[in-house]
């Protein structure tokens, strides 16, 4: 669940890339020396079409293969020279780079810069610009590193406990390629269900209207949870209550009797039983248990997502 962003380390003096695996379809088979010869690029013209592809970084050269293919498709990823090599140092600011970039706060070109800059030591913390382009971009202000990872770990949590994100999904504070598809998989089933007022751009990037309508659709749910008897005395938007979440869940999915779901999770099947539940309320249809007895009470006061 990691931002897919390759980091080439300098294995010694002469800039020779240390063979690393890259997936489980593609690796790097060989290493190729900064300086390009005759002989390299005689193989690279004869490579394009038998599974083999180059890829120039900033310094080095790398000849990917594919091993379940006759052809490359390169993936689209960023190819970063680490100067000193120690690229688990740089990596977290990487992931916060690439994070920013798909929520719309970094272009394309600005990404690479940026990438290219930290792995040459010049940038070592997020620009100050980042946090004035959020402001703009999502109405709120975030005032460090730290609030951003912890904003993005919300969204993270919004897609889980809405069923778009698995629980094998690392909660860790950056925006991976596997959040960016369940992003795009929530904007293309609420432009299908018609319940928010905007029609969202089916892009996978956490643009201000797909976060808002993330954070209303959950607000809604609990808000008929609570109608119905069901009240958080926690913050279901905090990593350390991610378990105790969907307990309160299964739970509700157990008292309420919802035939076909998924357990613990406020799937579209449960949403649409608590919401049917509530209507069957408020015209008396039914009032027992739901209503009277039959509830998850809680000795503390009831949580809401401001």
Request: neutral net charge.
């Amino acid at each position: 669940g990691r931002c897919a962003v390759l980091i080439v380390a300098a294995a010694d003096s002469s800039h020779l890339v240390a063979a690393t695996r890259y997936s489980s379809s593609y690796q790097i088979q060989a290493v190729v020396s900064t300086q390009s010869t005759g002989e390299e690029e005689e193989e690279e013209d004869n490579g394009s079409s038998s599974g083999i592809a180059f890829i120039s970084s900033l310094y080095s050269r790398l000849r990917l293969t594919s091993s379940t293919s006759s052809s490359v498709v390169l993936p689209d990823r960023a190819w970063v020279h680490v100067t000193g090599g120690d690229y688990s140092a740089v990596r977290p600011l990487m992931e916060l780079i690439v994070s920013l970039h798909r929520m719309g706060v970094w272009n394309e070109e600005e990404k690479e810069e940026l990438l290219h800059r930290i792995a040459a030591g010049e940038v070592t913390h997020l620009p100050a610009s980042a946090f004035a382009r959020i402001a703009i971009h999502y109405g709120f202000c975030l005032k460090d590193e730290s609030a951003v990872r912890r904003f993005i770990s919300e969204v993270q949590l919004l897609l889980r406990h809405l069923n778009y994100l698995s629980v094998f999904v690392e909660i860790n504070g950056v925006l991976s390629e596997v959040c960016c598809g369940a992003i795009l998989e929530f904007q293309r089933q609420q432009n299908i269900l018609g319940e928010y007022v905007e029609t969202l751009q089916e892009t996978g990037r956490l643009c201000k209207d797909t976060y808002n309508c993330l954070r209303d659709t959950l607000k809604q749910v609990l808000a008929n949870l609570k109608t119905l008897g069901y009240q958080l005395s926690f913050n279901p938007l905090h990593p350390a209550n991610a378990e105790k979440m969907k307990d309160f869940v299964d739970k509700v999915q157990k008292n309420l009797k919802i035939g076909v779901y998924i357990r613990g999770s406020l799937c579209s099947v449960t949403r649409a039983a608590i919401h049917r539940h509530v209507y069957e309320c408020e015209v008396g249809a039914l009032c027992s248990p739901y209503c009277r007895g039959s509830r998850l009470q809680s000795s503390c006061s009831s949580y809401q997502i401001l």
